[in-house]
T-cell receptor, first 113, second 114 residues
């Protein structure tokens, strides 16, 4: 079945550091890929998405490129802020599964001033 | 953008009582909604798929008699945790897909059973 693997956390960075959170997937067909963010005490929010190969999703300085050849969707940000501290989830949605989302395990990011 | 509203956001209940959580799609119709559960510091695990006008589909290991799901209309799905116990304390979150590539999440419900 479909699965998503993302790097384990926590990831601890200093403010203005470069962020990469790795995400790889296995799926049949052509899934859509997502990054969701969960701030402390809140529900999930969509951060960005990509629906086909080579698409780049971007939002709030975060970017991720849908790489079909490496089945990856790594999340990057050039300069993190303390307010970016949250848990980030990589996910895929497959039409074969009725658009149900399959999540990675989540990566906690802690940004220190 | 599309919004999914989940209520309540927090609930504390006594052991043995039942709790109902509502999930509404506010500006689109959702024939399907998904219910997830998140244990502390873990990812979301799909519990069940709610289907408007038919029975919900439960994931393996999820007790359908304990977690009652009703999808009575195209904009409302409810999850009722029956005879709640402390081990049911968790964060429950619903999502509704819109189109082929989008899924919108409710705010989540933190359930504490004492």
């Amino acid at each position: 079945g479909d699965s998503v693997t993302q790097m384990e956390g926590p990831v601890t960075l200093s403010e203005e550091a470069f962020l990469t959170i790795n995400c790889t997937y296995t799926a049949t067909g052509y899934p859509s890929l997502f990054w969701y963010v969960q701030y402390p005490g809140e529900g999930l929010q969509l951060l960005l998405k990509a629906t086909k190969a080579d698409d780049k999703g971007s939002n709030k300085g975060f970017e991720a490129t849908y790489r079909k050849e490496t089945t990856s969707f790594h999340l990057e940000k050039g300069s993190v802020q303390v307010s970016d501290s949250a848990v980030y989830f990589c996910a895929l949605s497959s039409q074969n599964a009725g658009n149900m989302l399959t999540f990675g395990g989540g990566t906690r990011l802690m940004v220190k001033p | 953008g599309a919004v999914v509203s989940q209520h309540p956001s927090r609930v504390i209940c006594k052991s043995g009582t039942s709790v109902k959580i509502e999930c509404r799609s506010l500006d689109f119709q959702a024939t399907t909604m998904f219910w997830y559960r998140q244990f502390p510091k873990q990812s979301l695990m799909l519990m069940a798929t709610s289907n408007e006008g038919s029975k919900a589909t439960y994931e393996q290991g999820v007790e359908k008699d304990k977690f009652l799901i009703n999808h009575a209309s195209l904009t409302l799905s409810t999850l009722t945790v029956t005879s709640a116990h402390p081990e049911d304390s968790s964060f429950y979150i619903c999502s509704a897909p819109k189109g082929s590539t989008e899924a919108f999440f409710g705010q989540g419900t933190r359930l504490t059973v004492v």
